[in-house]
């Protein structure tokens, strides 16, 4: 996740890195990974991949969709980059405010 040195710098610059508690096996391997920025984007990157394709492709398969075109591909691709993004962005600062000290 590209953002993940940003949500670092900016947690660290305002002082609320690691201020909530770690309460479940989740919110614990996200801080844990966010100390590791590449395992924190390769684990968030993979995670919304598979979701998004689970979601996404049994529509498709429902739809009977055999084909897209060009545009529709390009609007879609668009909306789920900027999706990705912005959930990244919230994993990254929560897994930062969640981060062992």
Do not use: D
Not at 40 to 56: C, D, N, P
Not at 67 to 86: D, E, N, Q, R
Request: proline share 5%; net charge positive.
């Amino acid at each position: 996740c590209i953002t993940a040195p940003f949500c670092r710098a900016s947690l660290r610059r305002t002082k609320t890195y690691g201020i909530l508690p770690m309460k479940n096996r989740l919110t614990r391997l996200m801080g844990r990974l966010f100390g590791h920025i590449l395992l924190f984007g390769a684990a968030t990157g993979l995670t919304s991949a598979a979701v998004l394709f689970a979601l996404i492709a049994p529509v498709f398969a429902l739809l009977g969709v055999s084909a897209v075109p060009f545009t529709a591909y390009i609007a879609m691709k668009s909306i789920f980059c900027a999706l990705l993004g912005g959930a990244a962005a919230i994993a990254g600062l929560y897994a930062g405010l969640c981060a062992p000290q």
